[in-house]
């Protein structure tokens, strides 16, 4: 049997040859250089355990139905890519040692080669279902897939990319048609009437949104409202937010086909949220916040690396030819992918303001004769 060592099994030596730069020489990178290449390559590491974590995770959630035990490692491999991105966040730090002087020494060099060929990215952004409509235009008039083409001819990059992309549904999607499924006060989809309990679930919990907010006002006005305008003010703010809840939970923002789908997915969410001390709820309540989590260190990403671009390089150009830090901070502005996840949030209420829910036995450990080992 072979002996095992340190050195091979890291490939340390291999890995060591990679910091070649232009001219594959490394004689030729000076110090600055060499934390530049080195930060990114870090990073690429990281991107591949992010997309291993992500890829089992989307697995995970491809089954119909999803074993509960399950629900508890896409947990963990959901907070690992977390710790992950705060980690590599970190990184930045790194890069922030480079001065804007020094790194012009070297960065002409480099154009047209930018972040916008790490396919990596791309994939992440792909795997989690970043949908193609969103995407900002890059500045260079092609799309993000001519951007990691080598001239007119596809590279490794854009193979990778193309693969991903015909390698599976997207993560928001498997969530969505689990969350679909879930059962709402114990009816689930398919079963007689369940239409009509989903949206009396749904016109109970509007109804507790519209009385928390007249409490809310009620408490607020005497503290807030010093004239009769500013009352106008806060009433009209506590009545949009009111609409804005029923908007949303009836999925009035939908096309005709989409809406029943919409609103029981945004349904099953503030169900889950709210009634998530019931055993078989909870879980799927950590699903829910780690997806959340994962995806604010996603946008602290963005936004990390934005602040220092416009550190290192002020707001010019990108090398990728894009309008630079601009293209980056709308970035972290628009890209959001579990939208429905983060806008639950503002119409959730405290316990006591819940309605009281139907059937929460449905919701309780089962214990078969099979799966007991009776
Ligand atoms: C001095 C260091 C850096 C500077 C000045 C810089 C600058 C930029 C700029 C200006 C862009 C916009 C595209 C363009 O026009 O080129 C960009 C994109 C990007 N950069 Fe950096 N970057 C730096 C370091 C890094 C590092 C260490 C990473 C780590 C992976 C990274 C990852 C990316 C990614 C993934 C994109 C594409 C973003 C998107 O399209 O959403 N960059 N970078």
Known sequence: ?????????????????????????????NNDELLFIVVHQVYEL??????????QARDFFRRNPVPDHLLASSVRALRRVSTI???????????????????????????????????????????????????????????????????????PAYHRVIARLAGGPPLREVLDEWLFRTPIDGSSPGQPGDEERVLAFLHRYLDAVDREARRRLEEAAPLQAHSDE????????????????????????????????????????????????????????????????????????????ARMVERVIGRRIGTGGSS???????????????????????????EAALPTMNDPETYSFRFSAASSGA
């Open 1 to 29: 049997m072979k002996r095992v060592n340190y050195w091979d099994y890291i490939a340390v030596e291999p890995l060591l040859k990679l910091q070649g730069g232009v001219d594959g020489d490394e004689g030729t990178v």
């Open 46 to 55: 990281w991107f591949k355990l992010i997309l291993r974590e992500l890829t």
């Open 85 to 155: 991105l705060a980690q590599a966040v970190a990184h930045f730090e790194l890069i922030e040692t480079l001065t804007t002087r020094d790194f012009l020494a070297f960065r002409d060099r480099l154009i047209p080669a930018s972040g916008f060929q790490s396919a990596q990215m791309r994939e992440i952004e792909v795997l989690l279902g970043l949908d193609d409509r969103e995407r900002l235009a890059l500045g260079t008039g092609g799309s993000y897939l001519d951007a990691l083409k080598d001239g007119d001819a596809p590279s």
């Open 230 to 305: 500013a009352m106008a003010c806060l009433q009209d703010r506590y009545r949009a937010e009111v609409a804005q809840a029923r908007a949303f939970l009836l999925a009035e923002d939908a096309t005709e086909e989409e809406r029943r789908r919409t609103s029981r997915i945004r349904a099953a969410l503030i169900f889950i949220e709210s009634y998530r001390d019931l055993p078989l709820l909870a879980w799927p309540r950590e699903v829910v916040d780690a997806i959340v989590e994962l995806e604010q260190r996603f946008l602290l990403f963005r936004q990390r690396h």
């Open 324 to 350: 630079g830090v601009d293209y980056l901070d709308q970035t972290a502005i628009r890209y959001r992918i579990f939208r429905n996840f983060w806008a639950v949030r503002t119409f959730l209420l405290r």
